[in-house]
């Protein structure tokens, strides 16, 4: 039985990939080559951080601690709009400064901390660690360990990086693969295994990542992350994968991405690490999140106007990206709710997105770790994604 588990275990590694990423987690840090394209900065609470060229290190005071959320906006920032008006304007001036520009919030990842993320297998090849949570805390989804070695578990379970084998009527096609991406089922497999051998190597060289403050939105068909986007949804994962590696814009320096389902568990843990949240409140997220459930106020335009959501079915809509506090942990608004946020990860032949939607009941476990599935083309106003930024 076991030699059986195993030769099926191998063809699957030789179906979803070919090229075989071989180093140990430890053998990282001497293939990054230096960078004059990163400053760093001391933050409020007294660590280091790195600063891509082309963003600015807030200094909104409560936006410069790293436990509570360090920020970073993309351009040049005027602060003295916000630091020198009173606290009626202070309020309007840094809505209309949030609105304007895309913002991240800095992931610290502690050197011993990085093998919580991925693992390695046998064939060295890179495999995201991927968690499933309850109240008490968390197990692991569909992986192992064996010998300092990864298993990951196939077929119809979650796992990444890849593209799944499909089962039945709806695989992905190769036709759809190449009008949209103008790739091949292999090609796209291979863009994702590249792109997180680089997230891992960026992690370790830098000791983070960033995620985008706001879900991702659109703005003139372009992907944004900025305060009181409303247009957050019915963009299908090859238009959000294609539309979030721009974000970046002509920079050189750093990759944009959507967030990878292991770094989505990692910011878990690190908002429970840091006493935003706890293990029950990511369980069951009504209390910081928009979902049926909940009740909060929110600010309807940049003008500093406000409404109220209630609760209950009839009332579950939408907010704009990041206009209520009650939506907002370390930082970072609607991780918890608003739209279900799709991710690189994968379960089978789908893409997987997690956090819940307003449409769903948070004590219905659809909450900030809740994952499913939908296909590589599907459409829906339920589903939005959120960015990642990694340095080079």
């Not at 053998?27 to 609470?45: A, W």
């Not at 979650?158 to 593209?163: A, D, I, Q, R």
């Not at 939506?327 to 789908?350: F, H, M, P, R």
């Not at 997105?353 to 829906?380: F, K, W």
């Amino acid at each position: 039985m076991i030699i059986i588990t195993m030769l099926i275990y191998s063809i699957f590694i030789k179906f979803i990939s070919t090229k075989k990423i071989t180093f140990k987690s430890n053998e990282l840090s001497h293939l990054i080559p230096e960078t004059t394209n990163v400053s760093y900065v001391e933050s409020s609470d007294g660590k280091t951080v790195p600063i891509p060229e082309g963003y600015t290190a807030s200094k909104i005071e409560e936006e410069t601690s790293v436990n509570g959320g360090f920020v970073i906006y993309e351009g040049n920032i005027n602060w003295n709009s916000v630091e020198n008006s009173d606290i009626q304007d202070r309020k309007k001036e840094l809505l209309k400064l949030q609105s304007n520009y895309n913002q991240y919030v800095w992931i610290p990842v502690e050197k011993e901390a990085i093998n919580s993320i991925y693992g390695v297998d046998s064939n060295g090849k890179l495999w995201g660690k991927l968690y499933s949570y309850a109240v008490e805390g968390k197990t692991n989804q569909d992986w192992s360990m064996l010998n300092d070695n990864i298993y990951v578990k196939f077929g119809n379970n979650y796992f990444e990086p890849g593209l799944g084998l499909g089962f039945n009527s709806n695989i992905v096609s190769e036709m759809t693969l190449k009008m949209q991406l103008n790739k091949n089922r292999q090609e796209l497999i291979s863009e994702l295994e590249q792109t997180y051998y680089q997230t891992i190597k960026s992690i370790k060289k830098y000791g983070g990542f960033y995620i985008g403050r706001y879900e991702t939105g659109i703005q003139d068909d372009i992907a944004v992350i900025k305060k009181m986007n409303e247009n957050l949804s019915n963009q299908s994962w090859i238009q959000m994968y294609q539309k979030t590696q721009k974000l970046r814009g002509e920079k050189d320096n750093i990759i944009t991405s959507m967030i990878w389902s292991s770094l989505w568990d990692y910011t878990i843990d690190w908002l429970v690490k840091t006493g935003a949240q706890t293990y029950s409140t990511i369980y069951l997220s009504d209390t910081w999140g928009n979902y049926t459930n909940s009740q909060f106020e929110y600010y309807a335009d940049i003008d500093g106007n406000t409404l109220k959501k209630n609760t209950g079915s009839s009332n579950a809509k939408t907010i704009p990206a990041g206009s209520s506090e009650y939506t907002k942990s370390n930082n970072i608004y609607d991780l918890a709710g608003n739209v279900n946020e799709l991710t690189l990860g994968c379960y089978a032949q789908y893409f997987t997105y997690r956090g819940g939607s307003y449409a769903s009941s948070a004590t219905e476990e659809m909450s900030c770790a809740y994952r499913n599935y939908q296909s590589i083309s599907n459409e829906t106003i339920r589903v939005g994604s959120r960015a990642i930024l990694l340095l080079k």
